[in-house]
């Protein structure tokens, strides 16, 4: 009897200390804060969750990714709508403008936020593309895409033509894909909208943007608009271009059998090939400067906050987009890994900068990246960017395609655009 008592006892203060746990994990309970990220952004923040756990054991990370164009309409839907909004989500610099513009974002610069303290250590034209024409920062950088010329040294080498033939002018570039077509058949570039792109990033001045000023004046008859549809339209009637679309299989695989000779991007595109693009052409590419001295920015990641996300979560989430942006630990493991050009200038004495890049045959090609970063003027951006954009390319393919005059057609573009810039 007694040893029935005992073991009752036993079960009771066994049963007491479970409930005495369970209230102290309870009182203990892991928070989430919920991030909306894409390729490869997704991957930057996982590998980033052990540090933000060395500060914050007790808030787990949920990642939510989606690829590219989903996750930009799922942002979209959901600060249209307020539901399903995460606590932090990675914006791609085309969507920032038109996000910010919206008003459904929350403005860094004001309390308790005040990243405008910060902005000496950003790249300054990183800083400027996530500011509004108010003054309000809408979002913080994390990477940038400073522009290059990325080229095949073997086909280049076949056709006789030398790097300063490609890149002394824009003239001079497309002469050099005259003599690359003619000797080993291969494409000076995947398509000739690849040429406009880059040309329409050039030369922008202050208080510009890539379509309109920062009054909202459309700027597609422009000097800068007109070279860059000629210069794509003497790519097309040279059959210079493949004809083929970004992230297409053919684009794929004319990098991977030399029939495309060269691309203007970002630096981003190197480590794209290595990885998973076209990792057999190992050796055979290098980069370079864009042609006749041209600097120019393409693509780059923000993180932001939505004014509708949880109240309960936005310190936290802006404790966690300064871990992704302004840590030089969390910067650079996302350049070595993903080769995400850092926004963070306090990366850049990093001797990872100097070392030589194999896939480029060992070229050290991220110190003309990281030059090419002081050069690169700030670009406004506009809520009707990406409208502008498709505009853009339509009126091109008219000119490339059925041969519309380039005068009519950005003049077409234009009316269209002078429509929506206030809306």
Known sequence: MRDGT???RSRRAWTGLCLLALL???AQAQETLTIAAFPAVDEIVRAAIPVWKRSHPT????VVSRQFSDHHTAMTTALSTSFYLPDVMALEVGYVGRFAQGGGLEDLSRAPYNIKQFQSRYVPYAFAQATSRKGAVVAAPTDIGPGTLLYRADVLARAGVSEE????SWDSYVAAGVKIKASTGAYLMSHARDMKDIVIRTGIQ??????FDNQSNVLVTSPRFVRAFELARKVRQQKLDAKVGAWSNEWSEGFKRGTIATQMTGAWLA??????LAPSTKGLWRAAQLPEGAFAAYGGTFFAIARGSPVEHKALAWEFIQLMTLNREVQLAAFKAQDAFPALLETYDDPFFEQPIDFLGGQKARVGWRAATTHIAAVDVHKQDA?????INTELDKVLDRGKDIAIALADAQRLLRQRAFR
């Open 6 to 8: 005992q073991s009752m």
């Open 24 to 26: 102290l994990s309870t």
């Open 59 to 62: 808030v787990d990370v949920k």
């Open 165 to 168: 033939e490609l890149i002394r």
């Open 206 to 211: 202050p208080g510009q943007g890539l379509y």
């Open 271 to 276: 480590g794209h090939l290595n990885t998973w």
């Open 387 to 391: 409208f502008a954009d498709e505009v």
